[in-house]
């Protein structure tokens, strides 16, 4: 049995173009966004004094954690592409 050929997206739909305006932006917040908020923690940590360890287990987990939520909801849908932009397989 044939297996049917996967779909194309169409790199000129605009769903297509707005995903790939997400994925820009994705990269770029994490190319430079992140190096900036670790920088920000760090000193900010630095400025505390050597807590007990436990509480500075849950700072480190808690900062570790922070930065993910905002970029949940625009990491969420990069890895598929709009079902409006997908060109039917031809032949």
């Known amino acids: 049995m044939a297996r049917k050929p ?5 790199p000129d739909h605009p769903d297509e173009k707005a995903r790939r305006r997400r994925l820009a932006m994705v990269t770029a917040l994490l190319l430079i966004g992140l190096p900036v908020y670790l920088i920000v923690a760090a000193f900010l940590v630095a400025q505390l004094e050597r807590p007990h360890w436990l509480i500075e287990l849950a700072i480190y987990v ?16 990069l890895g598929k592409p709009s079902p409006a932009s997908i060109k039917p397989p031809q032949g």
Not at 6 to 10: E, F, K, S
Not at 62 to 77: D, E, M, S, T, Y
């Open 62 to 77: 808690a900062l570790g954690l922070v930065w993910a939520f905002p970029l949940k909801r625009l990491v969420k849908g």
């Open 6 to 10: 996967a779909p194309i997206p169409d």
